[in-house]
Each structure stands twice: as structure tokens, then as C-alpha cells.
């Protein structure tokens, strides 16, 4: 099932709601999901857009994130939600390195808190990120396509138990659009270094 089409009730927007929207949304308005998409995509264009695709991937995934409320930590992000009117910003939370982190922290906790196999500590996952930062080029590359490959296993394993379903997101057209601009970038930078002497 489509992200888009399985949150109604969550708006895209970040924009102020009135008070009866916020008291109408309940915990059974806002059904989780995962952004799930087949891993050998993840990693492909992951190497081909670089980090440019993969701030689009992790865009999805926090918007996924956000139209869910938190998953299991719905209760926490709907009261902050109705004292408020915060929720998380799924457009900084992909532009700020940092969060890829938060990321992967939040996927472990669902998968433990689901029963389905996870991937390890998440500060291992992230060094390889930050590691693959100081690699020469396209070494670098190819350590962060393989960065959030398991990250992406674990999410597409819990969009199947809640789902019930091995159904994954197709290719769409802005993600066409982020990963031509990530090769373009990718092959500027390759052209610059050949030109270097």
C-alpha cells in the first residue's frame, strides 16, 4: 500500500490545526507504515544518486514515521501533539545527517518491541555511515549504499507482519527525479577528480 494512500487522516503539511481536527485524531485514525521498498533498489540507487538519493530515501522513511505518529510511541507523540500541535518534520529530519541515527534507533526499538529479527546495534550501522564518509571516491559510495541495506530488511520485515502482505512501494517519479540529480552530482564530482592532477 502506497504511503500516501494509506494516511488520510495525516496531512503532508506541517501547517496549524484547529482544535476539533486535533481532538477527533485518535490512535485508530492513524494506521503505521513502513516505507517499504525491495532492498536491491535501496542499494542500487543508493550507489548510483549517493547521498542525494538517499536523503529522498530517508525522507520517506520520516514521513512514514511522522504519518504514523511514532509507532509504538504513538501515546507520547499524539499528547505532544494536542499540547502543542508539534510533529516531527520529516524534511529536516532527511536534510540533517544526524538523524540517520534517530533512524536507526527508532527502527531497532520497533523490531524488538515486534519480535521480528533486527539488524544489530545502531551506532554500529552509523559508524559504517560516518566511515565510509572518509573513504577515497567511490569506495565512499559503495560503503554507504550498503550502510542502510539491513535497516531496510528490518523495515520491509515489519510493513510485512503489520500489512500482512510482501507488497513494496513502486518507483515513482520524484524518486526518478532525486536519484537523475544524485548521478548528475556523482558524475560532476567523478569529472573533477579525473581533472585533478
Known sequence: ??????????????????????????????????????????????????AVYQAYWMYRCWHAFR?????SERARWLARY???????????????FLYSYCWLAVVRREARSCGVKGFGPPWLWFGLQLFSLSLPWGWNL???SLAFLPVQLTMNRLHDQLSGNRAREPVTASELCW???????VA??????????
Open 1 to 50: 500500500m502506497n504511503i500516501e494512500e494509506g494516511v488520510e487522516a495525516s496531512p503532508d503539511s506541517e501547517d496549524e490545526h484547529d482544535d476539533d481536527t486535533a481532538s477527533k485524531t485518535d490512535e485508530t485514525e492513524l494506521p503505521a507504515v513502513w516505507y517499504a521498498v525491495p532492498t536491491w533498489r535501496l542499494w542500487l540507487f543508493s550507489l548510483v544518486g549517493g
Open 188 to 197: 560532476k564530482a567523478a569529472a573533477e577528480l579525473r581533472a585533478l592532477p
Open 179 to 185: 536519484l537523475a540529480l544524485g548521478l548528475l552530482l
Open 67 to 71: 504519518a504514523s505518529m511514532g509507532y
Open 82 to 96: 494536542q499540547q502543542n500541535g508539534f510533529r516531527p518534520s520529516a524534511f529536516w529530519r532527511a536534510a540533517l
Open 142 to 144: 559503495l560503503g554507504l
